[in-house]
């Protein structure tokens, strides 16, 4: 009796929508329904891809490898001198309108930012803001946790080796040089700047670095990443932030400056530049090269083809198959029963 009233009791109710008797509807694809949707879906993915690759088409691109490995390098002489006093000049040319707002990025080579511990290698209770964490870092953080018995703020591999070559952008103008403004407010992610990563409430800032080192292979300490402006200093530092957003592939670029005020703000017009490079950070030991990249972008973003070419070739083999189909139905129906 007892079994009974238990089945009883965790038995669904007899209602439609518990055993199952809704009604259902079942497409019932046909050729007449498939084939002419084949086509519009080719059709719109053809269109789609047109609107892409003529798009892309138009976003101008100037990309320029300063690694200093080829003996005609500008910055040749940086790969066998003292790395952090060395500056170089990479003179280009523009011949017309570089069509503004202009992005400036730096890129790298044969480096792998999605290395597993080189990713978990950061402390990320210390880069919210917390002060225990300051004087005793994560485990993870390993080897860059501790130097001569001081804790290392910010600690960890990916930090350590944040990217730290300056860049200064000249025009010549009748053979004076005339400097581009570089704006680098708002190049990394909003989410990275006002939630995951936070200063602590210590004032002055360098007061939460009391007892603490700068990582081993940084020139400043991160409450002075930004001399001009203390609001850009310690873990919400722009370009602290776009480093810590690591790349996914081993050949990657992350966003430096923005080119948006004063005699430029519609673009860089066409002329001679000179691009004045403070050579620190070392890519020949690992066979890695780097680059910068001036760009524009679209309603699409960036440049790339590779996405409207992608849209084109699926669009046509919709299309393709289509006419295949309407063969094979012509050729292979079955006649109608009378």
Wanted: some cysteine; charged content about 20%.
């Amino acid at each position: 009796m007892v079994k009974q009233e238990s089945e009883s009791t965790n038995r669904p109710d007899n209602t439609a929508f518990t055993q199952q008797r809704l009604p259902a509807w079942q497409p019932m694809l046909s050729a007449g329904i498939v084939i002419p949707g084949f086509v519009l879906i080719g059709l719109a993915f053809i269109g789609i891809g047109v609107a892409l690759f003529v798009t892309s088409r138009s976003i101008q691109v100037l990309e320029m490898d300063y690694t200093g490995v080829e003996q005609t390098s500008p910055c040749f002489r940086c790969t066998n001198t003292d790395i952090q006093k060395c500056v170089c000049n990479l003179d280009f040319s523009i011949d017309s309108l570089f069509q503004g707002p202009v992005f400036f990025y730096y890129g790298l080579s044969n480096y792998f930012q999605n290395y597993r511990k080189y990713g978990v290698s950061k402390d990320d209770n210390q880069l919210s803001g917390d002060l225990t964490y300051f004087t005793s870092p994560s485990d993870t953080c390993d080897p860059y946790r501790n130097d001569n018995g001081k804790p290392i703020v910010p600690c960890g591999s990916v930090a350590n080796s944040m990217f730290n070559d300056t860049f200064k952008l000249y025009q010549i103008v009748n053979g004076t040089k005339k400097q581009v403004l570089l704006d680098g407010k708002g190049i990394a992610w909003w989410t990275d700047y006002n939630i995951k990563y936070r200063n602590p409430s210590v004032i002055p800032l360098k007061n939460a670095y009391n007892g603490t080192v700068k990582p081993v292979y940084w020139t400043r300490p991160a409450y002075e990443l930004d001399i001009s402006d203390p609001a850009n200093n310690g873990f919400i530092n722009q370009d602290f932030l776009v480093w810590m957003r690591r790349a996914a592939l081993p050949d990657f670029r992350k966003l430096y400056r923005r080119i948006t005020e004063g005699d430029y703000a519609q673009g860089l017009p066409a002329g001679k530049y000179s691009l004045e490079i403070a050579y620190n950070y070392p890519v020949i030991s690992f066979d890695g090269r780097k680059k910068v990249v001036f760009s524009n972008v679209s309603w699409m973003g960036g440049k790339n083809e590779f996405l409207g070419i992608a849209y084109l070739v699926t669009g046509s083999m919709c299309v393709f198959m289509s006419i295949v189909m309407l063969i094979v139905y012509a050729k292979f129906k079955f006649p109608e029963e009378e």
